[in-house]
């Protein structure tokens, strides 16, 4: 026999949703009560996915799983339309040279030695013809050795005693030189906050790999290292604030946050019926360009981003003019009361067409063409170092003609009935309308971005913290994890050595709190000299 066919059966939403009610009366409690009514929420939401105009399983897999590339000839190409210009150029492209393997150079943090040749110096007679005298050639022959070792390492000094067998006084010999009398040193410190802020490792992994090395390091131990450390880069993490605050394009956006503490403050709140004002925790990056070196800012708590971008322009001198703000459309994101250049991401209106492209190839293909041109001639001006303003008209003089011609097709769908509104497709469509003059303000605006792709990258930092450690367990704990995080990745972006920049702040805190200005990222290196110089006699 066959394997029996099971029947779908049609259930209305709001049918569910009144039994759902009526199990609130019932044997269940509160707590059971509450996971089957955002279990049937769920359920009722994939189904109204599912039933929308243009939706597919494709879209739906990409709605929960994201997807893996959003790139336009990899878009194209699986809607079934022929590659793009682009993929073309990059297969006539020859294939760069290089052997695959990491250069010697790139080893900048290794400690290097000379060797010299045993039998021969410059001058020497040639051991092979007899005849010519050798030179040293300006490279020399290079071999890397990589090593494994903990994290943390730690060095045990056995002090010898001796004790008198008549009086009983002990004799003990004296430390090397250098030796304090504190267990962690700097270093200790500023790897465990470069291991769970930079690298994402949860305390009780690094714990775990440490105790597997012979070396512990509790937990407990480690927390308390990140938190007095934390109070010895608060003057530089101030100094960041204040100096993004005076940039002429802020970025800014949100990513989801748990906070323990705040989280069971909400649970007892709702239980006993009080209103919150705001039951949601994020963590906002913020990102200061448009200067000579970037300043990324954390900044993790019930506030949104655009909140947390008004604190920062509180700072702000007041003879400059207003910046230009790039985010997406979403108001939570404005910062209130300051005035700011408003311009939206085109990555963000460019994706609506991207979720769409299999059920509207042909449409999508004109669009995601033109956005590919505009992007084209960015990174173009971007290669040939072109200042803002010279920026600005190589874009009014090469994007807005495509984007011109982009608009008038998107009225043409529209007045002409060519789409269907509440399509995937039409929502996309009217997004890009609604917001065209923020998402093209980079026609208008000098150095306005075309995107705010860096400030997502960032993000990125917090999404790693959430998705090892799962959560902060105090508002003091997401604070301390925004410092680190936003001194750590501002070196990044600087192409610095974050190692070296946190060691430097945390062995010389006086000198910091003096003068942060003094102790950023792109200049540390002078004060470090200088405080680290003898002191003439």
Same mark, same amino acid.
């Given at each position: 026999?066959?394997?029996?066919?099971?029947?779908?059966?049609?259930?209305?939403?709001?049918?569910?949703?009144?039994?759902?009610?009526?199990?609130?009366?019932?044997?269940?409690?509160?707590?059971?009560?509450?996971?089957?009514?955002?279990?049937?929420?769920?359920?009722?939401?994939?189904?109204?996915?599912?039933?929308?105009?243009?939706?597919?399983?494709?879209?739906?897999?990409?709605?929960?799983?994201?997807?893996?590339?959003?790139?336009?000839?990899?878009?194209?190409?699986?809607?079934?339309?022929?590659?793009?210009?682009?993929?073309?150029?990059?297969?006539?492209?020859?294939?760069?040279?290089?052997?695959?393997?990491?250069?010697?150079?790139?080893?900048?943090?290794?400690?290097?030695?000379?060797?010299?040749?045993?039998?021969?110096?410059?001058?020497?007679?040639?051991?092979?013809?007899?005849?010519?005298?050798?030179?040293?050639?300006?490279?020399?022959?290079?071999?890397? #050795?990589?090593?494994?070792?903990?994290?943390?390492?730690?060095?045990?000094?056995?002090?010898?005693?001796?004790?008198?067998?008549?009086?009983?006084?002990?004799?003990?010999?004296?430390?090397?030189?250098?030796?304090?009398?504190?267990?962690?040193?700097?270093?200790?410190?500023?790897?465990?906050?470069?291991?769970?802020?930079?690298?994402?490792?949860?305390?009780?992994?690094?714990?775990?790999?440490?105790?597997?090395?012979?070396?512990?390091?509790?937990?407990?131990?480690?927390?308390?290292?990140?938190?007095?450390?934390?109070?010895?880069?608060?003057?530089?993490?101030?100094?960041?604030? %204040?100096?993004?605050?005076?940039?002429?394009?802020?970025?800014?956006?949100?990513?989801?946050?748990?906070?323990?503490?705040?989280?069971?403050?909400?649970?007892?709140?709702?239980?006993?019926?009080?209103?919150?004002?705001?039951?949601?925790?994020?963590?906002?990056?913020?990102?200061?360009?448009?200067?000579?070196?970037?300043?990324?800012?954390?900044?993790?708590?019930?506030?949104?981003?655009?909140?947390?971008?008004?604190?920062?322009?509180?700072?702000?001198?007041?003879?400059?003019?207003?910046?230009?703000?790039?985010?997406?459309?979403?108001?939570? %994101?404005?910062?209130?009361?300051?005035?700011?250049?408003?311009?939206?991401?085109?990555?963000?209106?460019? #994706?609506?067409?991207?979720?769409?492209?299999?059920?509207?190839?042909?449409?999508?293909?004109?669009?995601?063409?033109?956005?590919?041109?505009?992007?084209?001639?960015?990174?173009?001006?971007?290669?040939?170092?072109?200042?803002?303003?010279?920026?600005?008209?190589?874009?009014?003089?090469?994007?807005?003609?495509?984007?011109?011609?982009?608009?008038?097709?998107?009225?043409?769908?529209?007045?002409?009935?060519?789409?269907?509104? %509440?399509?995937?497709?039409?929502?996309?469509?009217?997004?890009?309308?609604?917001?065209?003059?923020?998402?093209?303000?980079?026609?208008?605006?000098?150095?306005?971005?075309?995107?705010?792709?860096?400030?997502?990258?960032?993000?990125?930092?917090?999404?790693?913290?959430?998705?090892?450690?799962?959560?902060?367990?105090?508002?003091?704990?997401?604070?301390?994890?925004?410092?680190?995080?936003?001194?750590?990745?501002?070196?990044?972006?600087?192409?610095? %050595?974050?190692?070296?920049?946190?060691?430097?702040?945390? #062995?010389?805190?006086?000198?910091?709190?003096?003068?942060?200005?003094?102790?950023?990222?792109?200049?540390?290196?002078?004060?470090?000299?200088?405080?680290?110089?003898?002191?003439?006699?």
């Amino acid at each position: 026999m066959g394997k029996k066919q099971r029947q779908p059966r049609q259930v209305d939403s709001a049918e569910l949703a009144v039994i759902v009610e009526r199990t609130k009366t019932g044997a269940l409690g509160e707590e059971d009560f509450v996971k089957l009514k955002a279990a049937m929420d769920t359920l009722a939401f994939v189904t109204a996915e599912l039933q929308a105009k243009g939706t597919s399983l494709e879209r739906l897999r990409r709605l929960l799983f994201g997807a893996p590339t959003e790139k336009t000839d990899a878009v194209l190409r699986k809607a079934g339309q022929p590659a793009g210009r682009a993929q073309h150029q990059a297969e006539e492209k020859a294939r760069a040279p290089g052997h695959g393997r990491t250069a010697a150079a790139a080893y900048t943090g290794a400690s290097r030695e000379k060797v010299a040749h045993a039998s021969l110096h410059g001058g020497d007679a040639c051991q092979g013809c007899l005849k010519g005298k050798v030179y040293p050639l300006k490279e020399p022959s290079v071999r890397v #050795r990589v090593k494994g070792m903990a994290p943390l390492v730690a060095t045990v000094w056995e002090c010898a005693r001796l004790r008198c067998n008549l009086c009983g006084e002990v004799y003990t010999a004296q430390a090397p030189e250098g030796v304090g009398e504190e267990k962690y040193d700097e270093t200790a410190v500023a790897m465990t906050g470069l291991l769970k802020y930079g690298c994402g490792l949860p305390f009780h992994r690094i714990e775990k790999l440490q105790a597997g090395l012979g070396i512990p390091l509790p937990a407990a131990t480690q927390w308390e290292l990140v938190e007095a450390g934390a109070s010895k880069l608060q003057p530089a993490f101030d100094e960041f604030l %204040n100096q993004a605050a005076q940039a002429p394009v802020l970025h800014n956006d949100d990513t989801v946050m748990k906070v323990l503490a705040l989280t069971r403050e909400q649970v007892q709140a709702a239980a006993e019926g009080a209103p919150l004002k705001r039951t949601g925790v994020h963590t906002s990056g913020l990102l200061a360009v448009g200067q000579q070196h970037p300043i990324a800012l954390f900044f993790t708590g019930r506030q949104h981003a655009g909140e947390n971008l008004a604190d920062v322009l509180r700072q702000r001198a007041a003879a400059l003019s207003a910046p230009i703000q790039m985010s997406d459309a979403q108001t939570a %994101n404005v910062p209130g009361e300051f005035a700011t250049l408003w311009a939206n991401c085109l990555t963000h209106a460019r #994706r609506g067409f991207v979720d769409v492209a299999t059920d509207f190839p042909a449409e999508c293909t004109h669009v995601l063409e033109a956005f590919r041109e505009v992007y084209r001639v960015d990174a173009v001006a971007r290669k040939e170092g072109l200042t803002p303003a010279q920026r600005l008209a190589r874009h009014q003089q090469e994007s807005r003609p495509v984007l011109d011609g982009l608009k008038a097709w998107l009225e043409e769908q529209v007045t002409q009935r060519k789409v269907e509104p %509440n399509s995937g497709l039409g929502q996309a469509i009217t997004y890009l309308r609604k917001h065209w003059e923020k998402l093209t303000l980079f026609l208008r605006e000098e150095g306005a971005p075309l995107d705010n792709n860096v400030c997502e990258r960032a993000l990125k930092k917090a999404i790693l913290h959430r998705k090892n450690a799962l959560f902060y367990q105090t508002l003091n704990g997401a604070h301390v994890g925004d410092v680190f995080m936003s001194l750590i990745h501002t070196v990044e972006l600087c192409e610095g %050595n974050p190692f070296d920049y946190l060691v430097a702040l945390l #062995r010389h805190p006086e000198a910091v709190a003096q003068a942060p200005g003094e102790w950023m990222p792109w200049n540390y290196q002078q004060a470090l000299a200088a405080a680290d110089a003898p002191s003439a006699s």
